[in-house]
């Protein structure tokens, strides 16, 4: 039987690097308990921030 192996196995090793980079620097910047909370779950959705970003910079001047 033929097993199939994810070929892009190295993107979640990002996520998971960035996951961990994002909930560090939320964390550290959180000045009480609930936000630090909040933090971690902006952590979870860090590339959304980041595509946001980046299509608000390379909009076209309105």
């Known amino acids: 039987m033929k097993e199939n192996f994810n070929q892009n ?10 996951l961990i980079g994002a909930a560090i620097w939320f964390i550290s910047t959180a000045t009480s308990f609930w936000m630090g909370v909040l933090g971690f779950l902006k952590a979870i959705v860090w590339p959304v921030f980041l595509v946001f970003q980046a299509f608000k910079e390379l909009a076209p001047p309105a």
């Open 9 to 18: 196995a190295s993107s979640g090793a990002v996520y998971g690097l960035g």
